[in-house]
């Protein structure tokens, strides 16, 4: 059996919540590939990813589906290329407490601008119970500036509802007005 | 005596160490009164003056254990009195008048502390910047009280009822709400959020997610509450031919919605905090923190009878907020923090609850129309097919009868989605301004089995 196609990416900047959000929906104990994080990240929080983390859902007997969440630093981009091959669409985790969430929003955008464009985004705000600002509403204009056209939700990475409700609406923006239920 | 010059220091803070309810407080409160003497840092290492949830057992470990050694200005939020050198104690609920009081104190001491505190090196600086944002607040503050505006007019009754003077019965108001709440509601909304610290405490100890949970009301239903909730949200009405006559499946909009859209508006225009006043009830509008205070819970019968009561000619008068009526609320909010609401989750919930399912008279069911965005689905309250409703019309321009024949769902729940989505500004009219999505044609086309069945796996669990 393939694994084509069964490929969801969360992406964002370190802490946003990818490592998390994929520990929330995974049937699996998350892999992540560890590695020592530079000074640089380490200053924001502890334990960070440079490296991969990896989950699964397990969809009856045999079939499953991959969650991939990308090294958190940029010097790993070379990557993400490799990692969006066959992948179904993106989940971009933008952590409204950082300096410059909307720069954020726009590199992730950029970075992965080629399979946002022929698969689909779903942009998911976290840290909102913490920092009100920006708001919901400041990203839609934020990414109709960018001309790209994606749900944004506030979530909290460690909500599962939260992040099941980010893939349903990229499923559904997929294959929309499909009798998919 | 300090000389009063030196104690506009700009107080550091991170808020790390406090729970849910006390950090709603104070984000509000940073964000009006506080928020030329404030300003929030991410860590406790970078804050010049630490704020400690006393009550809260892992923040009073970590203050015990680290925190007291690094030898900064505390502030002391706890139910019972803290007798600590260094600390200033603020006793719970918080008021804005002893958050003042306490950062005046706390200014003073890092300016007395100077000399031998290597953090307030930076204080000189500090406190240029501080004197030049307290003239600019001194400023804005007369201003603001020189702004109370009066609200647009939108219906000719409206007009003809004087502005109704500002007096302080608020309190009065939220305390009967929350002395008629039933046993029943009570414990729901102490579920939902914590209502005494007892609670708050207990909540937080058992889980640290707890903590940072959001103060969003998360209410619990069981399938037959959430059909009847589901019937107040979008109504029982049947479909209708669309070529039949459209009287039956329309409404106005209700006062208190197009009233509630005006204060938004206004809210946004100016960013700063609008009193939408009506005999029952105040609504505060607060987009710096983009949020709405509501003493009657939006679950409750009686919203739905304040909603439906609601008309021109008793209240509905608006203003912005004054300084006065800053302070009042931040009390409020510190005693009822459920009070809160996200801003679009308020207007969401509101519009639904008013059309109950029938379509505003402005909107033309049968005209194609677009979704410019989603709606943050995961902080509005669901009803049924609202995700596939979302992804269809945000694929392509319909109309409300062409989205509800092409999913095959009853048209009430597609006029829901049309009057709340409106209500949030989510949808366009004129397809000409919509932003297109740069699309590339899709490599694969949408495996829709496999949609299935991951779907069908996140929804069920
Ligand atoms: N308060 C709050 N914390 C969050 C939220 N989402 C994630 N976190 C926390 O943020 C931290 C960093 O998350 P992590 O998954 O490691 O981020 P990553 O670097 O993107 O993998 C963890 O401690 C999470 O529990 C949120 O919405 N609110
Ligand atoms: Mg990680």
């Known amino acids: 059996m393939s694994t084509d196609n069964k490929k969801i990416i969360f992406t964002g900047p370190v802490g946003a919540g990818k490592t998390t959000a994929i520990r929330s929906i995974s049937d699996i104990d998350i892999v992540t590939t560890d590695e020592q994080a530079s000074d640089m990240a380490k200053a924001k929080k502890p334990a960070t990813t440079v490296a991969m983390d990896y989950g699964m859902i397990r969809l009856g007997e045999n079939e499953r589906v991959h969650l991939y969440g990308t090294p958190g630093q940029e010097r790993f981009n070379f990557m993400w290329d490799i990692l969006t091959q066959g992948g179904i669409g993106l989940v971009l985790l933008i952590d409204n407490s950082r300096k410059d969430p909307q720069q954020d929003l726009k590199f992730y955008t950029q970075a992965f601008s080629e399979f946002i464009a022929a698969q689909q985004l779903v942009v998911g705000v976290t840290r909102m119970d913490t920092h009100r600002t920006p708001n919901v509403n400041d990203y839609r204009n934020w990414l109709d500036q960018l001309r790209i056209k994606a749900p944004v939700f506030e979530v909290d990475a460690r909500q599962r509802d939260d992040v099941s409700l980010l893939i349903q609406a990229m499923l559904m923006s997929l294959a929309p007005g499909a009798e998919i239920l | ?461």
């Not at chain 2, 991410?42 to 030898?71: F, G, S």
């Not at chain 2, 009301?217 to 031919?241: H, K, M, S």
Request: charged share 25%; net charge negative.
């Open chain 2, 1 to 461: 005596m300090i000389d009063k010059s030196n104690q506009n220091i700009t107080l550091r803070v991170c808020l790390e160490d406090v729970g849910t309810h006390n950090k709603a407080v104070l984000d509000f409160f940073f964000a009006k009164l506080g928020q030329h003497t404030f300003s929030r840092v991410d860590t406790q290492e970078e804050a010049n003056v630490l704020i400690i949830d006393y009550d809260y057992p892992p923040a009073r470990h970590r203050y015990e254990e680290e925190y007291q050694q690094w030898n900064k200005p505390t502030i002391v939020l706890s139910i019972s009195p803290v007798e600590l050198e260094g600390v200033v104690w603020l006793s719970k609920p918080l008021t804005s008048r002893a958050l003042l009081d306490a950062a005046g104190d706390v200014q003073s001491e890092l300016v007395a502390g100077s000399s031998d505190k290597p953090e307030s090196r930076k204080a000189p600086a500090d406190a240029a910047e501080a004197q030049a944002l307290h003239q600019r607040a001194k400023a804005e503050e007369t201003a603001q009280r020189e702004a109370l505006l009066q609200r647009p007019e939108i219906k000719p009754a409206a007009a003809a009822v004087p502005n109704i003077p500002l007096v302080p019965a608020l309190t009065e108001s939220v305390d009967q709400s929350v002395e008629d709440k039933k046993p029943a509601e009570q414990s729901e909304q102490s579920e939902q959020s914590e209502q005494s610290e007892q609670s708050e405490q207990s909540e937080q100890s058992e889980q640290s997610t707890a903590a940072a949970a959001p103060p969003i009301a998360q209410v619990v239903l069981t399938d037959e509450e959430l059909e009847a909730r589901w019937q107040q949200l979008c109504g029982t009405q049947q479909d209708i031919d669309p070529k039949a006559d459209l009287s039956e499946i329309q409404a106005e909009d209700g006062f208190f919605l197009s009233s509630l859209k005006d204060a938004v508006r206004l809210a946004r225009q100016c960013q700063q905090g609008v009193l939408l006043n009506f005999p029952d009830t105040r609504i505060y509008v607060l987009p710096e923190i983009h949020r709405v205070f509501c003493a009657i819970p939006t679950h409750s019968p009686e919203f739905i009878d304040f909603i439906k009561s609601c008309s021109a000619a008793d209240g509905g008068k608006m203003h912005i907020l004054s300084t006065k009526e800053i302070h009042e609320l931040n009390d409020m909010i510190a005693q009822q923090t459920s009070a809160l609401y996200d801003l679009e989750s308020f207007v969401w919930t509101s519009s639904l609850l008013s059309a109950e399912g029938k379509l505003s008279r402005a909107l033309d069911p049968s005209k194609p129309v677009d979704l410019r965005h989603w709606p943050s689905l995961t902080r509005l309250e669901r009803f049924p097919h609202v995700m596939p409703v979302a992804a269809l019309w945000s694929a392509d321009s319909l109309s409300a009868f062409d989205v509800a024949r092409s999913l095959n769902i009853p048209q009430r729940y597609v006029f829901s989605f049309y009057n709340a989505a409106s209500a949030l500004g989510l949808i366009e009219q004129d397809s000409d301004k919509l932003i297109k999505k740069q699309s590339t044609s899709r490599t694969t086309e949408a495996p829709r089995g496999l949609f299935s069945r991951l779907l069908k796996r996140l929804i069920g669990g």
